[in-house]
């Protein structure tokens, strides 16, 4: 049980795209979902925690028009990195949790390079 | 800023060995936890040890957590190759389906055949 699944997987698009990230919780339902965003040999880090039908809380640094967060149900949370630069290039990570608490399910992420 | 380092970085073991990580934190905490990520994968929850909890044990892997020093060790016995990944501990100052968990730097294990 638990599965998260994370949509699309690879993400290659260019500068100035729009690109949206798919955070689906199959088996449960997700009454909080986490953003996260590694870089290559790094720890993740945590960019915003959003709650169903309300809107995110985003951690310091992570700008809210930039990253994009949508949760509309309680088994569907997205994540939109708007007008993307190569900067943003990097791999995002999302997870979920129940009522239950903790842990947090995570999904098996998404790649996104920005040429 | 991290809430947790982890020693060492990385650690490269004989399969059949056993591998010992570690994790310092800075802050009082609800629970840790202990996550295994495989290379462009996402993370697999492996143990999660309350703060009231001094050990805890699940399969070949064994859990301490020393709330007076801070520090949580995760020990792999008898290693398989399937074991290389990175892991990484995260502390968690509440146990609600909100709270955040702040992760270490993680440890890349290799297991060499």
């Known amino acids: 049980g638990a599965v998260v699944s994370q949509h699309p997987s690879r993400v290659i698009c260019k500068s100035g795209t729009s690109v949206k990230i798919e955070c689906r919780s199959l088996d449960f339902q997700a009454t909080t979902m986490f953003w996260y965003r590694q870089f290559p040999k790094k720890s993740l880090m945590l960019m915003a925690t959003s709650n169903e039908g309300s809107k995110a809380t985003y951690e310091q640094g992570v700008e809210k028009d930039k990253f994009l967060i949508n949760h509309a149900s309680l088994t569907l949370s997205t994540l939109t990195v708007t007008s993307a630069h190569p900067e943003d290039s990097s791999f995002y990570i999302c997870?979920?949790?129940?009522?239950?608490?903790?842990?947090?399910?995570f999904g098996d992420g998404t790649r996104l390079s920005i040429l | 800023s991290q809430q947790g380092e982890e020693d060492p970085q990385a650690l490269s073991i004989q399969e059949g060995e056993n591998a010992t990580m570690n994790c310092s934190y800075k802050?009082?905490?609800?629970?840790l936890q202990w996550y295994r990520q495989n290379s462009g994968r996402g993370l697999v929850h492996l143990i999660l040890?309350?703060?009231?909890?001094r050990e805890k044990h699940s399969g070949r892997l064994r859990v301490t957590l020393d709330t007076s020093k801070k520090s949580s060790s995760l020990l792999i016995t008898a290693s398989r190759a399937a074991d290389t990944a990175s892991y990484f501990c995260a502390t968690a100052t509440g146990y609600s389906s909100a709270s955040k968990i702040i992760f270490g730097s993680g440890t890349r294990l290799s297991i060499r055949p």
């Open positions: 802050t009082s905490i609800n629970n």
């Open positions: 997870s979920a949790t129940d009522r239950e608490g903790q842990p947090q399910h």
């Open positions: 040890i309350r703060s009231n909890e």
